[in-house]
């Protein structure tokens, strides 16, 4: 499983970081930054909630 985002949607709230902290970073201008090419097995359910969670929409699996 492959996660991606929008950086056009995404207001980099933290809400994914706050989540699935292994898979996302927030640099220090506020640029969310996906550190995994492939979501770890063990991170799947907490990719999916935060991708659920995005109030913007700005997440996606693919």
Not at 1 to 30: R, S, Y
Not at 46 to 51: E, G, L, P
């Amino acid at each position: 499983m492959k996660v991606t985002v929008d950086l056009d949607q995404c207001e980099a709230n933290g809400i994914c970081v706050g989540i699935a902290p292994d898979v996302f970073d927030l640099d220090d201008e506020d640029i969310l930054h996906i550190t995994a090419a492939e979501v770890p097995a063990d991170q799947e359910d907490d990719v999916r909630t935060a991708v659920a969670q995005c109030p913007k929409a700005a997440l996606k699996l693919v």
